[in-house]
T-cell receptor, first 116, second 115 residues
Framework: DTGVSQDPRHKITKRGQNVTFRCDPI?????LYWYRQTLGQGPEFLTY????????KSRLLSDRFSAERPKGSFSTLEIQRTEQGDSAMYLC??????????????FGSGTQLSVL | GESVGLHLPTLSVQEGDNSIINCAYSNSASDYFIWYKQESGKGPQFIID?????DKRQGQRVTVLLNKTVKHLSLQIAATQPGDSAVYFC??????????????FGKGTKLSVKP
């Protein structure tokens, strides 16, 4: 399977614990996105990377959230001191942008986080 | 403000019929619109997109219509099949710089296809 891969698929944690999710984008895709989706809602943009540079962050991304893409390939999203309100599906997407052409996002299946 | 919403939260159609899913947006600066399909337990899957300089675009069994005058977007699915059952989201890019992938999604419409 050469699609976007996310690990783990499910994560249950206790409030106050730290969690880390991993995303492996489609090979050679230069952009990588993190979105959050709560039940019954559409995905909400969190942040994105162009290669290894984090270029944009949503105001939804509080100080407890940090994302990295150290080598411009896989990315991690860490949430520190988790709160019950962090419970959601965390989606990763990647795209290949060349010049000014249209950008098409390919989403992974997400990591479902439950904070107890 | 910037918002994307849907007129109907659920839509039930008979197999073989055509489906129409509607979406309203409020940001007149939006220049790129996309429809996504999301099945249970999966991430959104791209269906079709359209730029603001077009009013219609066709794909395989799907057509997207854009009416900028009333800020309305619709997705038409021809000969709906059971495999089309999913939640459908419209999404827009505001065009205020940044990446095209910074999308604003609506809440979604659940499409159920009856055999």
């Amino acid at each position: 399977d050469t699609g976007v891969s996310q690990d783990p698929r499910h994560k249950i944690t206790k409030r106050g614990q730290n969690v880390t999710f991993r995303c492996d984008p489609i090979s050679e895709h230069n952009r990588l996105y993190w979105y959050r989706q709560t039940l019954g809602q559409g995905p909400e943009f969190l942040t994105y990377f162009q290669n290894e540079a984090q270029l944009e962050k949503s105001r939804l991304l509080s100080d407890r959230f940090s994302a990295e893409r150290p080598k411009g390939s896989f990315s991690t999203l860490e949430i520190q001191r988790t709160e019950q309100g962090d419970s959601a599906m965390y989606l990763c997407a990647s795209s290949l942008v060349v010049g000014t052409g249209k950008e098409k996002l390919f989403f992974g299946s997400g990591t479902q986080l439950s904070v107890l | 403000g910037e918002s994307v919403g849907l007129h109907l939260p659920t839509l039930s159609v008979q197999e073989g019929d055509n489906s129409i899913i509607n979406c309203a947006y409020s940001n007149s600066a939006s220049d790129y619109f996309i429809w996504y399909k999301q099945e249970s337990g999966k991430g959104p899957q791209f269906i079709i997109d359209i730029r603001s300089n077009m009013d219609k675009r066709q794909g395989q069994r799907v057509t997207v219509l854009l009416n900028k005058t009333v800020k309305h977007l619709s997705l038409q699915i021809a000969a709906t099949q059971p495999g089309d059952s999913a939640v459908y989201f419209c999404a827009e890019n505001s065009g205020y710089g940044g990446s095209q992938g910074n999308l604003i999604f609506g809440k979604g419409t659940k499409l159920s296809v009856k055999p």
